[in-house]
C-alpha cells in the first residue's frame, strides 16, 4: 500500500530523534508556501492534559460553528488520529499524496515531528480551517508547533518530565513551555505547583501575555450530582457532564472553557451552548477509556506515562471506584520516572501483571515485575501486551476493572486488540 511506504521513509526520519530550535520547520513551512498563514492558531502545552484539553476546545469550537483542525501527538493507533478536522480524521489517501508533496521539498535533516507539524498545517489550510488547537509535541519555545503564531495558549499541568530536553526543575521547564505563546497574546493557565506559577507569570509579566489563571480569573467544581460547575470569564455553566470521564478532566474542561470565552473577546463568538455542548461531546480515546468485557468484568485504558499522570489515574479510582477489586496491566518505558508511577499506582492493585509494549524504549516485564515486587506487590510477568491481557481477562473475577497503564505506547496496543485494528507502532 502506497501509505505504508510513505509512512516507512517518514518513520525513518525518527533516527535524527529530537532535535529542538524551530530554524528547520520555518524554513520548511517557507517553501510549502506558508501554509500555517490561513488559520488561527491556539495552543496547548503543559506535560499532563495536553490532549483532553485540546479535544475540549476543539469540539468547543466545532460545535460553535468554525471549521476546526486538532493536531496531536503521539497517535494511539493509526497515525492518522493526529490530524483532524471537525472531528474527522485525515483519509489515508490524502496523506499518502500530502506525503508525497512533503517529501519533494523537505531537506534532508528534517525530523519527524518537524514533517508531522508540516504536514498539519497543510492538511489544515487546504481544508478551509478557520482555528486550529495544536498540542505542543514536549516543549514550547523550541517545539516545532512554535513555528506556528498563535493568538492565544493553555498550559496544562506541568511536572517533571523530558528533564534531558527541558531542564531539572518546574521553573525551567514552565518557562520553556510558557515560551511557545506570542507575545501579547493571552494565556490560559491551569493550576500549577508555586515554582511553576512563578516562572509561567514571570515570563507572561516581561512578554506583556495577559495571563489568565485557573481558580483566580476563572473557577470550577466537581458538585454532588458529578457534574462540574463552572463560573468563567463571561458564563456560569452548571451540571457539565464531560465527555472525556475522570475526576481529573476538571481543569482540562475549565481551561478549554476559559479559552474559548477569550476568543469572544478577539471577536471570534462562542455560544453558551457550544460551551456546554463542546464539553458534553468531546471524545478522547485511551484516557479513562472503557471497554466491556465478558463475565461482568471492565477494562479501563489510561496512559498514566508519568507520576503526575498516575496520581491523577489513582485519584480518580478511588473517587469512582472505590470498592472494585482491581487487576492491573503494566507497561512503562524504560526512560520514565519508574518509582513514582509505581509509588502512586501500585497501592490499588490486588493483582499486577506486567508487559513490554512493542517499542525499543520498554522497560522488560520481568524486570518491569521485580521493581514491582521490591514495592510489595509480587507482580507477573507476561511478555507482551496481548499476552498480559489474555491472562488478566482469564484470571479476572467477576465485576473486576482490568485497568491498563504506564505509557501510552502499552494503551495504544491494548486498544488496537480490543476493537480488532492493525496498530502504527512507531509513535515519535
Sequence with gaps: MAVARSLAELFGRRRFAIRPGTGRIKALLDRLGHPERGFR??????TNGKGSTAAFLSTILTTAGYRTGLFTSPHLINYTERFRVDGTEIPAERLDRLL????????????????????????FAEN????????????????????????????????????QWLGN???????????????????????QEPNALTAITRHCQQQDNRLVLAEQAFQASWEADDSICYNGLHSHLD?????????????????????????IDAGLPVRAEALAGGIANARWEGRMERFPLPAEVELLLDGAHNPAGARALAESLRREQPSKRIVLVLGIMADKNLTGILHALLPLADQVITVAPDQERALDAAQLAAHCTAFGNVATPAGTVAQGL???????????????????????????????????AVRG
Design 41 to 46: 492558531t491556539i495552543h496547548v502545552v503543559g
Design 100 to 123: 508525497t508533496e512533503l517529501f519533494a521539498v523537505a531537506g534532508p535533516d528534517d525530523t519527524f515531528f518537524e514533517l508531522t507539524t508540516a504536514l498539519a498545517c497543510c492538511w
Design 128 to 163: 478551509n480551517v478557520q482555528l486550529a488547537v495544536l498540542e505542543a509535541g514536549m516543549g514550547g519555545r523550541a517545539d516545532a508547533t512554535a513555528a506556528v503564531p498563535g493568538v492565544a495558549t493553555v498550559i496544562t499541568p506541568i511536572s517533571l518530565d523530558h528533564q
Design 169 to 191: 526543575d518546574l521553573a525551567t521547564i514552565a518557562d520553556e513551555k510558557a515560551a511557545i505563546a506570542e507575545p501579547g497574546c493571552p494565556v490560559v493557565c491551569a493550576p
Design 239 to 263: 451540571h457539565l457532564r464531560p465527555g472525556i470521564p475522570g475526576t481529573y478532566q476538571l481543569w482540562n474542561s475549565a481551561c478549554a472553557l476559559a479559552t474559548a470565552e477569550l476568543l
Design 390 to 424: 489474555a491472562i488478566a481477562q482469564s484470571q479476572a473475577h467477576p465485576r473486576d476493572l482490568i485497568v491498563v497503564a504506564g505509557s501510552l505506547f502499552t494503551v495504544g496496543e491494548t486498544r488496537a486488540l480490543l476493537t480488532g485494528q492493525t496498530s502504527t
